[in-house]
């Protein structure tokens, strides 16, 4: 008989096995032990040689098994956030696509995220464009994916978030809700299916309004079917039968023209689509012409360094048009404390990242508290909340 520990290392070892032919050198993992050097200069090269997907997974597994360790301290005092009436203990979130089935929320909870955003989740499962459809860009700190949603669907899911919630100890869970390529719905009622599928047990539900940006669909016709697209989804949230309404947030793309952003703004300041929260924001479609990696020109969303400026923009135009009214999450690029910083003074509330965890691992969450923290005090500032969009209001 195995213990469950011998299991796991036995089930890890098949998987590099099997994707790495032989290689044993993996008795590392086991071993994360949150130390930022072993990480830099073993664990994380070693996962550099596998192919990224390969690498995704990995991460995945060792979350799921808690094979990290917990984070030791308690996060400080100055890193609590209260937002729609929940007690964040700190800003620092994991951002949709990591772990998109689910399964390594009391991991990434446990290594120190403040809350964990699983999802995309699509109604029925889906497979997603076909492989290769991850790159890293070493040189650029950036990432370009295009997954297309691969996704368990809503039954697998609700499952396993339904467990985490149940637990004392838990994650604070946002639930990034997707439609299916191939939607029998429509795409409104894919939306409005994850509501009431997911509002009794998600501490907050995210829609995705990134603009496809179709040619001749611009404009007011644009306007008009966002509005509707808002109001059906709010109607199904208000309608659901639970104790706490979840907040319902809306994810945009970096790549808005400035009118966008101004029809987008008017739209979820009205009463009838007044949403609780705006993510900004997604991958990039446009590629920086100062990227270095041989992959910049791949077919997908940018993420990581390169959108980190873009994004921070992008927070600070919402910030002002919505005259800081509704709360703002921001992600692009945030890999060190002065970049979740930077995000929090634009006007963000809480921040969240993908890229930098996947590039630097589990210790960077640890680094970017303890650096924001840092920067809060030096700066006079007794916490986040106090910091939120000030580089927004002066010039
Ligand atoms: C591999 C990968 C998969 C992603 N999948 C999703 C997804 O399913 N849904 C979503 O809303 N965002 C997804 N994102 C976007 C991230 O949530 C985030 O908005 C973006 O990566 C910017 O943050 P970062 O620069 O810290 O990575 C994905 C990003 C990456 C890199
Ligand atoms: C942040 O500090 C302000 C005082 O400036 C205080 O009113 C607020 O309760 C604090 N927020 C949290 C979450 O501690
Ligand atoms: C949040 O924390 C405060 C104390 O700081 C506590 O009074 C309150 O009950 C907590 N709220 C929730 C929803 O846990
Ligand atoms: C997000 O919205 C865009 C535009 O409507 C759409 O093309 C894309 O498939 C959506 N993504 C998900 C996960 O539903
Ligand atoms: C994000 O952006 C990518 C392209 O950059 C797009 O395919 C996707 O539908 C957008 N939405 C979400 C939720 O990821």
């Not at 303890?370 to 002066?394: F, H, M, P, W």
Request: contains cysteine.
């Amino acid at each position: 008989m195995y213990t469950r520990k011998e299991k796991l290392i036995k089930q890890l070892t098949g998987l590099v096995t099997v994707t790495l032919g032989g290689t044993t050198a993996f008795a590392g993992l086991c071993i994360w032990n949150g130390n930022e050097k072993f990480y830099r200069d073993y664990v994380m090269p070693f996962t550099r040689r596998l192919d990224p997907e390969t690498s995704h997974k990995l991460a995945v597994f060792a979350m799921k098994h808690c094979l990290i360790r917990k984070q030791p301290e308690p996060d400080t005092e100055s890193l609590s956030t209260k937002l729609w009436n929940i007690n964040f203990s700190n800003p620092v979130g994991l951002a949709a696509g990591f772990d998109k089935q689910a399964e390594a929320m009391q991991g990434l909870h446990r290594t120190g995220f403040g809350f964990v955003e699983i999802g995309s989740v699509t109604p029925q499962p889906q497979e997603g464009n076909k492989k290769p459809r991850v790159f890293r860009l070493e040189e650029d700190n950036a990432i370009i994916n295009r997954y297309g949603f691969n996704s368990e669907g809503h039954e697998a899911v609700y499952d396993r978030v339904r467990l985490e919630v149940g637990k004392q100890k838990r994650a604070i869970i946002g639930v990034n809700l997707g439609k299916n390529k191939l939607s029998a719905m429509g795409d409104v009622r894919d939306y409005v299916v994850g509501v009431e599928k997911f509002g009794a047990i998600a501490d907050y539900l995210v829609i995705n309004i990134s603009s496809p940006n179709t040619p001749g669909l611009r404009g007011l016709q644009q306007k008009e079917e966002l509005e509707n697209l808002i109001t059906l989804v709010l109607e199904a949230r208000n309608k659901l039968d639970t104790a706490k309404l979840p907040p319902l947030l809306v994810k945009i793309a970096p790549d808005l023209s400035d009118d966008e952003k101004k029809d987008i703004a008017s739209v979820i300041l009205k009463e009838k689509c007044r949403v609780d929260g705006i993510i900004v924001s997604n991958t990039t479609t446009s590629r920086p012409s100062d990227l270095k990696s041989q992959c910049k020109d791949e077919i997908g969303g940018l993420s990581g360094q390169p959108l980190k400026d873009i994004s921070t923009r992008c927070i600070r135009d919402f910030y002002r048009l919505t005259s800081g009214q509704i709360p703002i999450i921001g992600v692009g690029g945030v890999g060190s404390g002065q970049d979740a910083y930077e995000k929090i003074s634009a006007g963000a509330s809480l921040v969240q990242l993908y890229t930098s965890f996947a590039f630097q691992g589990p210790p960077v969450i640890r680094r970017i508290k303890r650096e924001l923290d840092e920067i809060l005090r030096s700066k006079g500032y007794r916490n986040v909340t106090e910091a939120i969009g000030k580089s927004a209001q002066s010039n």
